[in-house]
């Protein structure tokens, strides 16, 4: 791969010549809340985000699976269509995509979503999204903050799942490593903002590199740790933290990795047109696993509560070899009730 | 469709603005006309029939014995009977009273001399009088929540109401946690979402008048509000504001909230 | 049945017509609907297997899972047993002969039929668990002489309540299946046949049948399974011999929606048909 150094100051020269060609989102403010959204000018994005640790409220799962999205429209004859419409309006975007400023976790985080949505029967409304879109990743050299627990959760270096890695190399410079030829365009397409790489450049980067290394420190050991979950079945620190648990499901909505969906029906008032939305659903809400005759397979908060883990710890590593969590602290930050997943876990394994 | 659907929209005691946030459905207005026909709405025109309705739309609590009579003959010319609003589903802010001294309430209101001449029974939701075959929420309704009703018993389905806290629709709108982040009382982890956590919107807190969420955690939210400096009789006056006649308020209430707070007294029948 | 080619082709949530051919109450709140895809092609193309479901779409109300009924070895035309309990199915139940519903499948991992060839067969159903085992009944009277022994027991609440209860019944007369009815409750005082839960009906099987060349087949309300298994391994049939099919709420059936998920597999995908050996170490599956 053929990187290529881009100054500081010139990152937002990039992003507004990105803006030409694509639709841009990168991390901004709304309401005092970091977040991903659509900007058409450098002059939007909060690069204090990128670099002063913080991670946007919901991660870029907002992108490919946001919280509404139409599946299809249909119309109405008589209450049944003969014919439903061909996917038509899924990719509201016209335009190709880019994200930029995604952290590794979270490009792990988008990796999990895209193997579970590309398994199986592949789901065309997720990836036409992720296929149209170009993610340049930002990376971190150190924790972002009390509540990342990446390392543990080996999500700080992802192989692959971005276009572009940006690593800072000194204060002033950044350099830019593709892993795709999505990512190889990006640089090839904006020339005068890539310089060539000098041999100082690359020492910085090797600098950088063991830096971040040196930097991460793994909080509790993951190997065994589907084995502990699993076992510990019939332990009593779910119900413990059931007791503190609001299940308002926050942590399910801002969770990288967490992809449950409900379906449904908007219908326009004059009963002709209507369409079929996905929604964001949550395990810990108390209808998940409701069944037509009102049998409920998890009845108790406690069993709600256990399954997020056993889903995330258990049954996604043995399933697809990796956990349903990046240890982006998201569900830390956000938990209304305190509730620290690491303490959970740690719990889990003895270590606390 | 054969013949259009007969709909009644008809108000008890409250304030009306669940018909007048109907009546605010302008741009919908004329479409909803067009799928049914409105026979009674006595806010909103003349010439009114008293049923039979396809539809009837109840606003309100019952108070007296004299509403309890006619819901119950309003019920009797309804083949749906839809409770329209917090005091229709949940009692709304007049039901607070059930949960006070009831002769204080009344000297208060209405002088020593005249308590006697007011014939006030508890406050009750609808459900306490009729069969209710269906809630919309909100105070006012949610006027959205209504139109998407008649549509879907148009269509031949009954909606289906998000089960989930106003938490969920916070997140989806990417709103800051003003709960957690700035120690706001918002009562949104234990309210039924639909409303597109409108006042967290704002900055405004959740203040519950959508009704309790399935298994709501009322324990938990309390114990967090002690924690952010809530007294006691903010703590009530949070959870009692629109929802006194909820099933999950009422048992929180009595069975675990009296022990705190000892001005709760429920009036029994 | 269904090939990785034919997964390919079917594009997420695409569905296809399907003309409603006959409409039948099969007791109170169940109907009977059978359908026919109005593309004929695809109608050669709809291949399924006993076990396997369908998810219907009606436009303005939503979708749903549905057990397919009807056989493969009778083609042509697809039919279903449907309960009424909720939104989406009183809506459907509003729907007339002739009408048209979308519909997208088959999804699941059915009963591999072929695989039965030569066995003892015991066929325990209760309540809305016969119209999936309907099928199975029906592709073993169709292919007879490939399957040895079969009993089929039955269970419903009462009398009232038993779905398909002469196809049941003349199915016995022709001697085609050794069947034995079983309802909790006899409201009428008239019924002829067993009275008590069908798991009371399995031990007197164990003198009939050659228990290491045996598989059970069970479906039927949550609460049933536990005794079911309880009595089939008394009869000493191999736990990867007790076949179940097992019920979730799925919203996209394709492995993506989360809700059907339990013990790492998907109903939706590896289910809704499991062996008792496969899911017996799985917490809160049953």
């Known amino acids: 791969m053929l990187s290529k150094i881009i100054s500081r100051q010139d990152l937002p020269k990039l992003i507004d010549a990105l803006t030409n060609d694509f639709l841009v989102i990168a991390p901004t403010y709304d309401k005092k809340v970091p977040t991903f959204s659509e900007v058409e000018s450098s002059s939007e994005v909060e690069f204090d985000i990128l670099f002063n640790e913080k991670l946007p409220m919901l991660p870029p799962k907002k992108v490919f699976l946001p919280a509404k999205q139409t599946v299809f429209k249909y119309n109405l004859i008589k209450g049944v269509t003969d014919s439903c419409d061909e996917i038509s309006d899924a990719v509201t975007h016209n335009k190709n995509v880019v994200i930029f400023g995604v952290s590794p976790c979270d490009v792990s985080g988008v990796g999990v979503l895209e193997r579970i949505f590309r398994d199986n029967y592949s789901d065309d409304?997720?990836?036409?999204?992720?296929?149209?879109?170009?993610?340049?990743?930002?990376?971190?050299?150190?924790?972002?903050?009390?509540?990342?627990?990446?390392?543990?959760?080996?999500?700080?270096?992802?192989?692959?799942?971005?276009?572009?890695?940006?690593?800072?190399?000194?204060?002033?410079?950044?350099?830019?490593?593709?892993?795709?030829?999505?990512?190889?365009?990006?640089?090839?397409?904006?020339?005068?903002?890539?310089?060539?790489?000098?041999?100082?450049?690359?020492?910085?980067?090797?600098?950088?590199?063991?830096?971040?290394?040196?930097?991460?420190?793994?909080?509790?050991?993951?190997?065994?740790?589907?084995?502990?979950?699993?076992?510990?079945?019939?332990?009593?620190?779910?119900?413990?933290?059931?007791?503190?648990?609001?299940?308002?499901?926050?942590?399910?909505?801002?969770?990288?990795?967490?992809y449950c969906y409900t379906v449904k029906e908007i219908v326009s008032v004059d009963l002709k047109d209507g369409e079929r939305q996905r929604e964001w659903d949550s395990c810990y809400f108390p209808e998940f696993a409701l069944v037509a005759g009102d049998h409920n397979f998890r009845e108790t908060k406690e069993q709600r509560f256990r399954y997020r883990y056993l889903h995330k710890f258990v049954d996604l590593p043995r399933r697809y070899n990796f956990e349903g969590c990046v240890g982006c602290g998201r569900c830390v930050t956000y938990c209304p009730a305190n509730i620290d997943v690491r303490d959970v876990l740690k719990k889990i394994i003895g270590v606390m | 469709m054969a013949s259009k659907p007969q709909i009644g929209i008809v108000g008890f005691t409250g304030c009306a603005g669940c018909q007048l946030s109907i009546l605010d459905l302008e741009n919908e207005l004329l479409d909803l006309l067009g799928l049914v026909d409105i026979i009674d709405f006595r806010m909103a025109m003349s010439g009114n029939k008293k049923g039979p309705y396809d539809i009837l739309f109840v606003e309100g609590s019952i108070v007296n014995k004299h509403q309890e009579e006619e819901l119950k003959e309003l019920r009797e010319k309804a083949k749906v009977l839809v409770a329209?609003?917090?005091?229709?589903?949940?009692?709304?802010?007049?039901?607070?009273?059930?949960?006070?001294?009831?002769?204080?309430?009344?000297?208060?209101?209405?002088?020593?001399?005249?308590?006697?001449?007011?014939?006030?029974?508890?406050?009750?939701?609808?459900?306490?009088?009729?069969?209710?075959?269906?809630?919309?929420?909100?105070?006012?309704?949610?006027?959205?929540?209504?139109?998407?009703?008649?549509?879907?018993?148009?269509?031949?389905?009954?909606?289906?109401?998000?089960?989930?806290?106003?938490?969920?629709?916070?997140?989806?709108?990417?709103?800051?946690?003003?709960?957690?982040?700035?120690?706001?009382?918002?009562m949104g982890p234990v309210i039924q979402a639909g409303c597109d956590a409108l006042c967290p919107s704002y900055g405004m807190p959740c203040d519950g008048c959508r009704g309790s969420t399935l298994e709501a955690a009322y324990d938990q939210q309390v114990q967090l509000m002690i924690e952010k400096g809530a007294s006691v009789e903010d703590i009530t006056r949070y959870i009692l504001k629109y929802n006194g006649e909820d099933k999950q308020v009422h048992e929180f209430l009595m069975e675990k909230w009296k022990e705190q707070d000892k001005k709760l007294v429920y009036q029994e029948d | 049945m269904t090939a990785s080619k034919d997964k390919e082709e079917i594009s997420t949530y695409k569905t296809q017509p399907a003309e409603i051919l006959a409409i039948r109450d099969l007791t109170d709140d169940t109907r009977y609907f059978k359908l026919r895809c109005k593309d004929i092609t695809m109608n050669k193309d709809f291949q399924y297997r006993p076990g396997q479901f369908v998810i219907f779409s009606l436009p303005g109300v939503g979708e749903a899972t549905f057990s397919l009924s009807s056989t493969p070895t009778r083609r042509d035309f697809i039919e279903f047993g449907i309960r009424k309990v909720g939104s989406f199915t009183e809506a459907l139940f509003k729907?007339?002969?002739?009408?048209?519903?979308?519909?997208?499948?088959?999804?699941?991992?059915?009963?591999?039929?072929?695989?039965?060839?030569?066995?003892?067969?015991?066929?325990?159903?209760?309540?809305?668990?016969?119209?999936?085992?309907?099928?199975?009944?029906?592709?073993?009277?169709?292919?007879?002489?490939?399957?040895?022994?079969?009993?089929?027991?039955?269970?419903?609440?009462?009398?009232?309540?038993?779905?398909?209860?002469r196809d049941f019944i003349a199915m016995n007369q022709r001697q085609i299946i050794d069947t034995h009815l079983a309802v909790d409750e006899d409201d009428t005082g008239e019924w002829p046949y067993n009275v008590g839960f069908v798991t009371q009906l399995i031990p007197k099987l164990g003198e009939l049948i050659d228990s290491e060349n045996t598989t059970a087949i069970i479906c039927g309300p949550p609460i049933m399974y536990k005794f079911v298994i309880q009595e089939l391994l008394k009869l000493n049939i191999p736990k990867d011999q007790i076949l179940m099919t097992l019920e979730r709420r799925m919203k996209c059936g394709q492995g993506h929606c989360g809700h059907c998920a339990v013990g790492g597999r998907y109903t939706c995908l590896e289910g809704p048909v499991f062996t008792y050996y496969d899911v017996q170490h799985i917490k809160e599956l049953i």
């Not at chain 1, 036409?128 to 999500?155: A, G």
């Not at chain 1, 270096?157 to 002033?172: A, N, R």
């Not at chain 1, 009593?236 to 399910?252: Q, V």
């Not at chain 2, 949960?99 to 009344?106: E, H, L, S, V």
Request: charged residues 30%; aromatic residues 10%.
């Open chain 2, 84 to 186: 329209i609003g917090s005091c229709a589903s949940f009692g709304g802010p007049q039901a607070i009273r059930n949960y006070r001294d009831n002769k204080k309430t009344k000297i208060a209101q209405y002088g020593k001399d005249n308590i006697d001449k007011v014939e006030v029974i508890k406050v009750k939701p609808i459900n306490k009088v009729v069969k209710v075959d269906h809630y919309l929420l909100e105070c006012p309704v949610n006027k959205y929540e209504f139109l998407d009703f008649v549509k879907y018993y148009l269509v031949g389905g009954t909606p289906t109401l998000p089960n989930y806290p106003v938490c969920q629709q916070c997140k989806a709108k990417g709103n800051r946690c003003i709960f957690l982040e700035d120690g706001i009382m918002c």
């Open chain 3, 95 to 165: 729907l007339k002969k002739g009408d048209t519903i979308d519909i997208r499948g088959p999804y699941g991992d059915g009963f591999e039929m072929e695989d039965l060839r030569g066995r003892d067969l015991i066929i325990v159903s209760g309540g809305l668990g016969a119209v999936p085992l309907r099928s199975v009944l029906l592709y073993i009277e169709d292919r007879r002489e490939e399957y040895n022994k079969v009993f089929f027991l039955n269970g419903a609440r009462s009398p009232k309540d038993m779905l398909y209860k």
């Open chain 1, 125 to 258: 409304v997720f990836l036409r999204l992720h296929d149209k879109t170009t993610i340049i990743s930002v990376n971190c050299l150190d924790h972002c903050y009390e509540n990342c627990f990446c390392e543990t959760m080996s999500s700080n270096d992802p192989k692959s799942g971005y276009d572009v890695m940006l690593t800072e190399i000194s204060k002033s410079k950044l350099i830019a490593v593709p892993n795709s030829d999505k990512g190889k365009k990006i640089l090839r397409d904006y020339p005068e903002l890539f310089s060539q790489i000098s041999e100082k450049d690359s020492e910085a980067y090797i600098d950088a590199l063991n830096l971040k290394n040196k930097n991460f420190k793994t909080e509790f050991l993951v190997e065994g740790l589907a084995s502990h979950v699993e076992d510990s079945f019939e332990s009593e620190i779910w119900k413990e933290f059931t007791e503190k648990c609001l299940f308002c499901g926050s942590c399910t909505f801002v969770c990288p990795t967490c």
